[in-house]
């Protein structure tokens, strides 16, 4: 895809047909594709392409704690470092965590924290790390479905998975799944997260303007997404197994 | 999942020395031949050049992002290419979080010399008006699984990375810079093709591309960049000390191997056209 050289906002985010820029409906999901297991290296792992988002995601642990301070003598600790390669967004970021990366890696890691049980790992550590290879818009939402992945991956007991979505207003309009674009040019912007052993919101951002009406309509809209992309986690989670077993039953099964 | 060890046991360690005193390696290969190499381009979107690339099962992305700025008062026709390696704490345990160490920046520069002293950026293509504005481009690599021999798998990253650079044309108008809805292709970019290649040394044995147990035993490493027909930079590292011979025919060897390679590669499948 060729690179736009000015980073102009489009006056209009629908078409004259209705459909959004990307050729969207309002509540469709860009694709989506996960796979699990692909760092050789970690523990656990998973990569995730959601529209024009990369993601990779690995996890080591449990482990012991570095610095050894940090270390808690009744339970394990969750660490979680969201990091973005210099490249993955339009004008070169620098090297450097910023505090928006450091920011969400705390959001992810409180919206992941309900699923461990973590006081049964005392004085040992979990570390997720993730990096974005490259951002279009929604990159914590992705982030924190891919991490889930990854933990999971790495056979560590959890209630549950964790699946996160952003919903937005664009041009008045309610839409599911911000792009790059819609996320700069919108006017609201709602990520949220579902944990499903009890069905609640582990995590809940917002920016912009709305009534009491347009959330519930908000919160509806993400209900329904989220079961969507909850499928698509668990196939991946799945398919690495069936392609063990395929592998070992010589492709027979 | 591969589990990683700091220290190598004896019974593993003697295992590879007696393997390599045979001229055989542990996983099978000879002792100057590479594991397998994969490339694939332009994988980024938000990249003006991108490349992905493992070497067995050492992986590394690598993108590459352009600026425009002032051009160094001793260059002022000349563009500017800086390298910069980040190890992450994804692709092994033995990897921290935090700024640079050694090792990573030893990868970008080894990788940087060898780029810049061949002749291989056109950095006198890469200025837009002298004294005013040049493009820097930047070729930021990223260690996604760690299995020995950085320095060869970022060398070829980082090329492959130039020859998929789809940089926007500008041009100075009126003393304001203005995209002429062109790019600037790796054709256009890159002349030379420099490769980097690494070698391990244990005892008197040499070996070409050091996998991670075999790196993790090596008294030391000697890492060459050679064109088609000179050799580019040389960094050894390590303990490990060569004599003349062992020196001038690694030198012999890499042009050799370096040749092959390139031609096995064929690094200009890679280009990427936008119009």
Known sequence: MPLIIKDEYPEKLFRDDGKRLDGRDKTELRPIKMEVGVVENADGSAYLEWGNNKILAAVYGPREVHPHHLAKPDRGILRVFYRMTTYSVFERKRPAPGRREKEISMVISDCLKPLLFLELYPGSSFEVFIEVLDADGGTRCAATTIAALALADAGIPMKSLVTAVAVGKIDDELVVDLSGIEDKAGQADLPCAITWFNEELSLLQFDGEMDLKQMEKFLSLAKTALSEIYEIQLEALKKKYIDIQEEVSGGNN | ?275
């Not at chain 2, 021999?149 to 090329?159: C, E, H, P, R």
């Not at chain 2, 008294?219 to 064109?227: A, C, F, N, R």
């Open chain 2, 1 to 275: 999942m591969m589990k990683i060890k700091r220290v190598i046991s004896a019974i593993e360690k003697n295992y590879i020395i007696q393997n390599l005193r045979k001229e055989e390696r542990f996983d099978g290969r000879g002792l100057w031949e590479y594991r397998d190499i994969s490339i694939k381009h332009d994988v980024i979107a938000s990249a003006e050049g991108s490349a992905d690339v493992s070497l067995g099962k050492t992986r590394i992305m690598t993108g590459l992002k352009y600026d425009v700025g002032e051009p160094f008062p001793d260059m002022p026709a000349e563009g500017v290419c800086t390298v910069m390696a980040e190890l992450l704490p994804i692709a092994s345990p033995l990897f921290e979080r935090g700024p640079p160490d050694e090792q990573s920046i030893e990868l970008a520069r080894v990788v940087d010399r060898g780029i810049r002293h061949a002749d291989c950026v056109q950095t006198k293509k890469l200025c837009i008006e002298a004294n005013k504005a040049v493009y820097i481009l930047f070729i930021d690599m990223y260690v996604l699984n760690y299995a020995g021999n950085l320095i060869d798998a970022g060398g070829i990253s980082a090329l492959t990375a130039l020859i998929s650079s789809h940089i926007p044309e500008g041009k100075m108008e009126d003393g304001k810079l203005v995209w002429t809805g062109k790019y600037l292709d790796g054709e256009y970019i890159v002349k030379e093709l420099p490769l980097v290649l690494t070698y391990g040394k244990i005892d008197n044995m040499i070996f070409l591309d050091p996998s991670l147990p075999e790196e993790l035993i090596s008294d030391g490493k000697i890492s060459i960049s050679v064109t088609e027909d000179k050799i580019t930079s040389i960094q050894k590292s390590g303990e490990a000390t060569f004599t003349f011979d062992e020196i001038n025919m690694l030198a012999k060897k890499s042009m050799e191997i370096g040749k092959q390679l390139r031609k096995d590669l064929n690094f200009w499948q890679y280009k990427v056209n936008y119009e």
